[in-house]
């Protein structure tokens, strides 16, 4: 059973006397561990892909599953298990990057001894641990996405989203930063979600795919394993 699946997906705005189709008849599957990078043109709908695949906002028609649960239908519990990653840190949430990867944790009433442990580790994974106590004000981008990362990993999501991960970063640091989310994603078993611009590397990828016109192109379901019947051994063969 995919961890995400899209059914034939679609979503129209209204701009005044216009209609806008941002996704028609999108279905898309991924399983848990895979990294599936949406390609496209700025205004293409990956962002509506993104917040539709997470749950913030609902499909004119089709269907989205999680774990095999109708989006609509999630409990709280299966909700917290599907992260948007973004850089944003409010100052309500904390005043350094412990505090703000502790913040998911604090939320759901995790000791905060408990919290700040789980924390370090987060930032561990993501190479962000001698960030602990510095400010966002002293952030360069590739490291608040790393803290980002840290903040949406620390409670064990089984989906990750993130819209244009390296946005803003330095080219220099974008494969190996891209590399990190593949690296999270197969030692995790999250499935994981992202956006990239048509000339944006999307080094890491297990699968690429474009959106284009509001079609989804590309190979939009994980390839099949391939079935190798096992020979009995000759002491079981009939005669």
């Known amino acids: 059973m995919s961890v995400l699946a899209l059914e034939h997906v679609g979503k129209r705005y209204r701009r005044g006397h216009r209609e806008l189709v941002a996704l028609r008849e999108v279905s898309l599957e991924l399983e848990s561990g895979e990294v599936v990078c949406v390609t496209g043109a700025r205004g293409s709908g990956r962002t509506t892909l993104l917040r539709i695949a997470a749950g913030t906002e609902l499909p004119d028609s089709g269907r989205v599953r999680f774990a095999g649960v109708a989006i609509g239908d999630l409990t709280p519990e299966l909700r917290r298990q599907v992260v948007f990653c973004n850089t944003r840190f409010l100052p309500a949430?904390?005043?350094?990057?412990?505090?703000?990867?502790?913040?998911?944790?604090?939320?759901?009433?995790?000791?905060?001894?408990?919290?700040?442990l789980l924390a370090h580790r987060a930032l561990e994974?993501?190479?962000?641990?001698?960030?602990?106590?510095?400010?966002?004000?002293?952030?360069?981008p590739?490291?608040?996405?790393?803290?980002?990362?840290?903040?949406?990993?620390?409670?064990?999501?089984?989906?990750?989203?993130?819209?244009?991960?390296?946005?803003?970063?330095?080219?220099?640091?974008?494969?190996?930063?891209?590399?990190l989310i593949q690296r999270l994603a197969h030692e995790s078993g999250v499935a994981t979600l992202i956006t990239a611009g048509e000339t944006t590397?999307?080094?890491?990828?297990?699968?690429?795919?474009?959106?284009?016109d509001g079609e989804l192109l590309g190979r939009v379901a994980p390839a099949a394993a391939d079935v190798v019947e096992l020979r009995r051994p000759a002491s079981e063969r009939s005669p």
Do not use: C
């Open 93 to 116: 949430h904390g005043r350094d990057a412990g505090e703000h990867v502790m913040t998911p944790l604090l939320a759901l009433r995790v000791p905060r001894d408990e919290a700040g």
């Open 125 to 140: 994974r993501v190479g962000a641990a001698d960030l602990a106590f510095t400010r966002p004000a002293d952030w360069i």
């Open 142 to 179: 590739s490291e608040a996405l790393r803290i980002a990362l840290a903040r949406a990993i620390v409670r064990g999501p089984r989906l990750l989203v993130l819209d244009e991960p390296t946005n803003g970063v330095d080219a220099v640091e974008r494969d190996s930063l891209l590399a």
């Open 201 to 212: 590397s999307v080094t890491g990828a297990d699968r690429v795919l474009r959106l284009s």
